[in-house]
């Protein structure tokens, strides 16, 4: 047995500066892919969330305004932003300052809607049809022969911290059944 010095070297296990240069920045780039990636989803996740919520906001108003239309008559105030049922014990009023729609009903005020775009919301009176009409083609009414009242809006809502808005449209033309 030979027990003096050897001439093999050793090797060792560790990486070069050139290695762990590229690991590093394959490394970089797997995590910045990963995170804009989750970015993206809690953006969209978010973005999701606004738009149902305020589409569901808007479908409540639509659905509370047409069942009020359906059992009631409309007032002579009626107005383009001020829909008045029922000789006045129902409401629905639109504050283009602060973009809310509002239901007053025997003294009780309500918002029902906030978020309104500007001069967006909209009620129209209209007759019964006559037998020559076409397709959605009725005349403009007043409120002692109104048949139909239309109403339109649009609302719109800013995701906090990002550029992304959502925006919800509602449009409805609603027959008045006591009539």
């Not at 059992?71 to 001020?82: I, L, M, R």
């Not at 300052?97 to 978020?115: D, F, H, P, V, Y």
């Not at 007043?142 to 239309?150: F, R, V, W």
Request: aromatic content about 8%; glycine content about 8%; overall charge neutral.
């Amino acid at each position: 047995m030979d027990f003096g010095p050897s001439n093999h070297k050793r090797s060792c296990g560790a990486f070069t500066l050139t290695e762990m240069m590229v690991a590093v920045a394959v490394g970089s780039l797997v995590l910045l892919g990963a995170m804009s990636v989750y970015i993206f989803s809690i953006t969209s996740f978010a973005s999701m969330a606004n738009y149902a919520d305020l589409n569901q906001k808007s479908r409540y108003a639509s659905d509370m305004i047409t069942r009020d239309i359906r059992g009631g008559s409309v007032s002579s105030a009626t107005t383009t932003t001020q829909l008045v049922l029922n000789d006045g014990t129902t409401t629905y009023s639109y504050n283009s300052t602060a973009g809310t729609l509002i239901r007053l009903q025997n003294g009780e005020s309500k918002i029902l809607l906030s978020g309104i775009d500007s001069d967006s919301l909209r009620f129209t009176l209209w007759d019964r049809p006559t037998s020559t009409s076409t397709y959605e083609q009725f005349s403009t009414g007043t409120p002692a022969t109104a048949k139909l009242i239309g109403f339109e809006w649009s609302c719109s809502r800013r995701l906090v911290g990002s550029r992304i808005e959502s925006q919800s449209v509602e449009t409805a033309l609603v027959d008045i059944r006591n009539k």
